[in-house]
């Protein structure tokens, strides 16, 4: 069956940087997208940016652009988002989420907290 | 960027009732790529419909969708238990992917 599995939650001071994993089985990961989406407490989901599996492309959402990196690692099946210059705002949940088009698998989310 | 606009906020019904929720966005959804997800406390959002009307795999047949352009619906047909939620639509025709504020389903 299809899973994606996230890094555990991380707590990270102000100016630091953060590198989330989601880590997928149960297909080919090559043959799709992985999405990145953060939910900050209280608000709705927000896209982040995402990568074609296959070829390593990437796009990001101009609210990132500059501080997030999605990268993807085809021998482990895995994609990877790292956040630079964090800030308070930044304490969300981040989600990856697999895609062709819609998202139809995610995985269980990250809890980064940005706390001096 | 295209804006979505759910409402109402919050629906309350008792179980065994309709609910019929509203995504409207702010231009017209390319291919109607729009998908609404269930969202329950502590978990992931769960994918329900997308296309705007087609049900994801294992998605009861009390969930249905419809709309074009730039009005989509979601409707359950009779609330179960498990049906008390937020719901999320998202608009993935064009970047950036952009999702509603979210409907919450609470029990009256």
């Known amino acids: 069956q299809v899973q994606l599995v996230q890094s555990g939650a991380e707590v990270k001071k102000p100016g630091a940087s953060v590198k989330v994993s989601c880590k997928t089985s149960?297909?080919?990961?090559?043959?799709?997208?992985i999405h990145w989406v953060r939910q900050a407490p209280g608000q709705r989901l927000q896209w982040m940016g995402w990568?074609?599996?296959?070829?390593?492309?990437?796009k990001y959402s101009q609210k990132f652009q500059g501080r997030v990196t999605i990268t993807g690692d085809t021998s482990a099946s895995t994609a990877y988002m790292e956040l630079s210059s964090l800030i308070s705002e930044d304490t969300a949940v981040y989600y990856c989420?697999?895609?062709?088009?819609?998202?139809?698998?995610w995985g269980q989310g990250t809890l980064v907290t940005v706390s001096s | 960027e295209i804006v979505l606009t759910q409402s109402p906020g919050t629906l309350s019904l008792s179980p065994g009732e309709r609910a019929t929720l509203s995504c409207r966005a702010s231009?017209?959804?390319?291919?109607?790529?729009l998908a609404w997800y269930q969202q329950k406390p502590g978990q992931a959002p769960r994918l329900l419909l997308y296309g705007a009307s087609s049900r994801a795999t294992g998605i009861p047949d009390r969930f249905s969708g419809s709309g074009s352009g730039t009005d989509f619906t979601l409707t359950i047909s009779r609330l179960e238990p498990e049906d008390f939620a937020v719901y999320y639509c998202?608009?993935?025709?064009?970047?950036?992917?952009?999702f509603g504020q979210g409907t919450k389903v609470e029990i009256k």
């Open positions: 231009q017209s959804v390319s291919n109607n790529y």
């Open positions: 149960g297909y080919t990961f090559t043959n799709y997208a």
């Open positions: 989420a697999r895609s062709s088009s819609h998202f139809d698998y």
């Open positions: 990568i074609n599996a296959g070829n390593g492309n990437t």
């Open positions: 998202q608009q993935y025709g064009s970047s950036p992917r952009t």
